[in-house]
């Protein structure tokens, strides 16, 4: 199966090429919605609604696959920092807490008549920072296009402590759920062995 991501990550692009899928990228313009107040779940999902939803309407016939990760301590949404000063902040309240990482994945595959969405929930313990291994950890990433402002999947054990779900969905896709998804779905997917 030939699939369409509604993204530009490297991240999630790499996750697809690891986990064996065969998909192009068409990154989507669309409009994030950012509504602090609204159910973290239906937040996410609707965001990678949107995103797919765009990308589909130019691919009517091909599967779309959009997805949005955001990273929640206790009920507020860290999304990506907008300079290193709110990186530094951001990674200064996550310091010795658990928060939850929350990847919404929409599913269209408009020939079929489907639109599928679902959510993933990650636990995340992070070790506890002070201010030089902050700073240290962020000179070594790109901060500015993570949620978070962190990558689990880069220099990710200096930072983390335990991780209680699947760490791909905190890289930003939840392939192992995606590949169950796709297969109830009939659209051949598949679940490798290391997706998880």
Same mark, same amino acid.
């Given at each position: 199966?030939?699939? /369409?991501?509604?993204?530009?990550?490297?991240?999630?692009?790499?996750?697809?090429?690891?986990?064996?899928?065969?998909?192009?990228? =068409?990154?989507?313009?669309?409009?994030?919605?950012?509504?602090?107040?609204?159910?973290?779940?239906?937040?996410?999902?609707?965001?990678?609604?949107?995103?797919?939803?765009? /990308?589909?309407? !130019?691919?009517?016939?091909?599967?779309?696959?959009?997805?949005?990760?955001? /990273?929640?301590?206790?009920?507020?949404?860290?999304?990506?920092?907008?300079?290193?000063?709110?990186?530094?902040?951001?990674?200064?309240?996550?310091?010795?807490?658990?928060?939850?990482?929350?990847?919404? =994945?929409?599913?269209?595959?408009?020939?079929?008549?489907?639109?599928?969405?679902?959510?993933?929930?990650?636990?995340?313990?992070?070790?506890?920072?002070?201010?030089? !291994?902050?700073?240290?950890?962020? !000179?070594?990433?790109?901060?500015?296009?993570?949620?978070?402002?962190?990558?689990?999947?880069?220099?990710?054990?200096?930072?983390?402590?335990? /991780?209680?779900?699947?760490?791909?969905?905190? =890289?930003?896709?939840?392939?192992?759920?995606?590949?169950?998804?796709?297969?109830?779905?009939?659209?051949?997917?598949?679940?490798? !062995?290391?997706?998880?």
């Amino acid at each position: 199966m030939t699939m /369409v991501l509604a993204s530009a990550s490297p991240r999630r692009r790499q996750l697809l090429e690891e986990a064996g899928y065969s998909f192009r990228v =068409v990154p989507s313009a669309a409009e994030e919605e950012h509504d602090a107040g609204r159910d973290p779940e239906l937040l996410v999902t609707g965001n990678a609604l949107l995103k797919a939803a765009e /990308v589909a309407a !130019a691919h009517p016939a091909e599967t779309v696959i959009g997805a949005d990760t955001l /990273v929640y301590l206790d009920r507020e949404p860290l999304g990506k920092p907008a300079d290193y000063a709110e990186a530094r902040a951001m990674l200064g309240r996550l310091s010795g807490n658990t928060h939850r990482v929350i990847t919404g =994945v929409a599913v269209l595959a408009g020939d079929r008549g489907i639109e599928h969405c679902f959510a993933e929930t990650t636990e995340v313990t992070f070790r506890c920072l002070d201010a030089a !291994a902050i700073d240290d950890y962020l !000179a070594s990433i790109e901060p500015l296009d993570k949620a978070g402002a962190y990558a689990a999947q880069d220099g990710g054990e200096r930072i983390i402590a335990s /991780v209680s779900g699947s760490f791909r969905n905190v =890289v930003g896709l939840p392939i192992a759920r995606l590949g169950r998804e796709l297969q109830a779905l009939g659209l051949g997917g598949h679940v490798p !062995a290391q997706a998880h």
